[in-house]
C-alpha cells in the first residue's frame, strides 16, 4: 500500500485536509497529516516510510530528501517551487511537481487588497485616493499576474504588463499594455504588482535603478517572493523617495528598519497569507492528491518541474 505524507507547516483548511484524505483513501493509500509541525526534524522523520508528499512552503531540502528512501514524488500545493531542492530531487530519482494556477485568485486578490488598504488610509476614515484611472504594472504576466490585472480593471485601472516568457498576444488578448522591457514598466507606472518566481535569475532582480523608475506616487506591491527584492536598493528607495510605498506579504529581512523608520509607508501581512483561503487550500491540496495518484497509477508527469 502507498503511503503519502501531507505535510504542511502552515495547515490547509479542515475541509481540505478531509478532501484530500478522501482522494487517498479512494485510491486505497495510507495518507499521513503532518500540519504545523514545531521542527524541520519531525518532517525529516516523517517522510522516512513515504511514497509521495505533499507541501505547501515547506522546506524539502537534500536532508529530507536523503531522509525519505521510498520517495516518488512531491508536489507542492502552489505555485512556486524555491522550497525545493530541485537538484537533489533529480539525482535520487524524485519527481516534483506543483499546481499551477490552484491558488492563484487568492494571491491575487490579497494584491488588490493591499492596494484599497493603503490607499484609503488602512481603512481609517480620513481621505484617502482610488485606483481608478492609475496605471498598474504587472511585472511577471503568470497566473497570479493576469488575475490582478482582471482585477485592476475592474478598479478602471489601466493595466501593463511585462513577461518576456509570455507570448505578447495572450497579454494584448486580455486587453492588456505590453511592455518589452522591464525598466518601460516601471517608468510607466506608479503600482507595480510582482509575480516573479524565486530562482537564481531573478534573485535581487527589482534594484534600485529599476524601481527609481517609477513615476511620483510610486507603489510596489509584493506578493510573489523577498528573494526577488534587492534590500540595499529597496531601502535606498525609501532614503531616496518620499512618495515611495512598499506593500508586501513576504516581509523583508529588513522589515523591522523599514518600519521603524518609514512605518507610515510600508505593509507588511503578519505572516505569508496570499494562498490562505478555504478555496485556494482545497483547490491546490485536491489537486495535488489527484496528481499523485496520476502519477503513481498511470506515470502521468504533467506539472512535473525537474
Ligand atoms: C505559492 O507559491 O503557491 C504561494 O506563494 C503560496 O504559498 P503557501 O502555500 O506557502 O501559502
Request: with cysteine; net charge negative.
Amino acid at each position: 500500500m502507498a503511503k503519502v505524507l501531507v505535510a504542511t507547516v502552515k495547515p490547509f483548511s479542515a475541509q481540505a485536509v478531509e478532501e484530500v484524505k478522501g482522494v487517498f483513501q479512494e485510491a486505497g493509500y495510507e495518507v499521513e497529516v503532518l500540519s504545523a509541525y514545531p521542527a524541520q526534524s519531525d518532517l525529516i522523520a516523517a517522510v522516512a516510510d513515504a511514497d509521495g508528499l505533499i507541501i505547501r512552503s515547506d522546506n524539502v531540502d537534500r536532508e529530507v530528501l536523503e531522509a525519505a528512501s521510498k520517495l516518488k514524488i512531491v508536489v507542492r500545493a502552489g505555485a512556486g517551487y524555491d522550497n525545493v531542492d530541485l537538484e537533489a530531487a533529480t539525482e535520487k530519482g524524485v519527481v516534483v511537481m506543483n499546481t499551477p494556477g490552484q491558488n492563484s485568485n487568492a494571491v491575487a486578490e490579497l494584491a488588490a487588497g493591499m492596494m484599497v488598504y493603503m490607499n484609503r488610509n488602512r481603512l481609517t476614515p480620513s481621505t484617502g485616493t482610488e485606483l481608478r484611472g492609475k496605471k498598474l504594472g504587472i511585472h511577471a504576466y503568470g497566473y497570479v499576474g493576469r488575475i490582478v490585472g482582471m482585477i485592476a480593471k475592474g478598479f478602471g485601472m489601466k493595466v501593463y504588463a511585462y513577461d518576456p516568457f509570455i507570448d505578447p498576444v495572450i497579454i494584448k488578448n486580455d486587453g492588456v499594455a505590453v511592455e518589452t522591457s522591464a525598466e518601460s514598466l516601471y517608468r510607466k507606472c506608479e503600482y507595480i504588482s510582482l509575480h516573479i518566481p524565486a530562482n537564481a535569475e531573478t534573485r535581487g532582480l527589482v534594484n534600485f535603478e529599476l524601481m527609481n523608475q517609477m513615476p511620483q506616487g510610486a507603489t510596489l506591491v509584493n506578493t510573489a517572493r523577498k528573494e526577488v527584492i534587492d534590500e540595499e536598493g529597496l531601502k535606498k528607495m525609501f532614503q531616496v523617495r518620499d512618495d515611495f510605498r512598499y506593500l508586501s506579504d513576504i516581509a523583508p529581512d529588513c522589515k523591522e528598519e523599514l518600519l521603524e523608520a518609514y512605518g507610515e509607508r510600508v505593509f507588511f501581512t503578519p505572516k505569508k497569507m496570499g494562498a490562505q483561503t478555504a478555496e485556494a487550500n482545497l483547490n491546490a491540496g485536491v489537486a495535488a492528491a489527484r496528481q499523485i495518484v496520476n502519477f503513481l497509477e498511470h506515470g502521468d508527469t504533467t506539472f512535473k518541474v525537474n
